[in-house]
């Protein structure tokens, strides 16, 4: 059964940073793109970053861009976003989503994800 | 950047009723790469249908998609009480992936 799990979201000052994590499980973490995607409270769905399935291909919205950075390790099935100057328009819950590719870099629909981390930016 | 206009805002129906939800896309959706979603309160979203008509594995066939173009639609035939939730259109026709800002499915 295919699991993605988010992790190390809470509570932030604006200006800091958090790292996220999400462990993977049930598929081969190595041949598959990984998207992080967020949703602000009662807002809709925004996208915000993937990783290729090698590691060396990786994209952002313009609206993190030099501020996050996404990572993965397939020898532990993880991904890793970092958030650095985060700010309040960054709270959201933050969705892991595993890619389904058109053969195109970016090009993905999103057929299994996670279960969210809130991460909340406030003083 | 590719804009999807999903529409009605709301629907309002009872359950066993059909549910017409529309997706419109600022430009053209190459090779009808759009996907469907459902969303319930305190949930992930869940994949419904893929490349604008497929459904996508374990998804009941009451869910339909169709469309191509600018113009997609998500059809419901009959509505069950588990499928009041939000529906989310998503374009993958290009290297930045857009969604749509939903429709609320709520029962009458």
């Known amino acids: 059964q295919i699991h993605l799990v988010e992790s190390g979201g809470g509570v932030v000052h604006p200006g800091r940073s958090l790292r996220l994590s999400c462990a993977a499980s049930?598929?081969?973490?190595?041949?598959?793109?990984i998207h992080w995607v967020r949703q602000a409270p009662g807002k809709g769905l925004e996208w915000v970053a993937l990783?290729?399935?090698?590691?060396?291909?990786?994209s952002y919205a313009d609206s993190v861009k030099g501020r996050f950075t996404i990572s993965r390790d397939n020898s532990k099935n993880t991904l890793s976003l970092q958030m650095n100057s985060l700010r309040a328009e960054d709270t959201a819950v933050y969705y892991c989503?595993?890619?389904?590719?058109?053969?195109?870099?970016?090009?993905?629909?999103?057929?299994?994800w996670g279960q969210g981390t809130l991460v909340t930016v406030s003083s | 950047e590719i804009v999807l206009t999903q529409s009605p805002g709301t629907l309002s129906l009872s359950p066993g009723e059909r549910a017409t939800l529309s997706c419109r896309a600022s430009?053209?959706?190459?090779?009808?790469?759009l996907a469907w979603y459902q969303q319930k309160p305190g949930q992930a979203p869940r994949l419904l249908i893929y490349?604008?008509?497929s459904r996508a594995t374990g998804i009941p066939d009451r869910f339909g998609g169709s469309g191509s173009g600018t113009d997609f639609t998500l059809t419901i035939r009959r509505l069950e009480p588990e499928d009041f939730a939000v529906y989310y259109c998503?374009?993958?026709?290009?290297?930045?992936?857009?969604f749509g800002e939903g429709t609320k499915v709520e029962i009458k």
């Open positions: 430009q053209s959706v190459s090779s009808s790469y």
């Open positions: 989503a595993r890619g389904r590719t058109t053969g195109i870099y970016g090009s993905d629909y999103f057929d299994y």
């Open positions: 990783i290729s399935y090698d590691g060396s291909y990786k």
């Open positions: 490349g604008a008509s």
């Open positions: 049930g598929f081969t973490f190595s041949s598959y793109a």
């Open positions: 998503q374009q993958y026709g290009s290297s930045l992936v857009t």
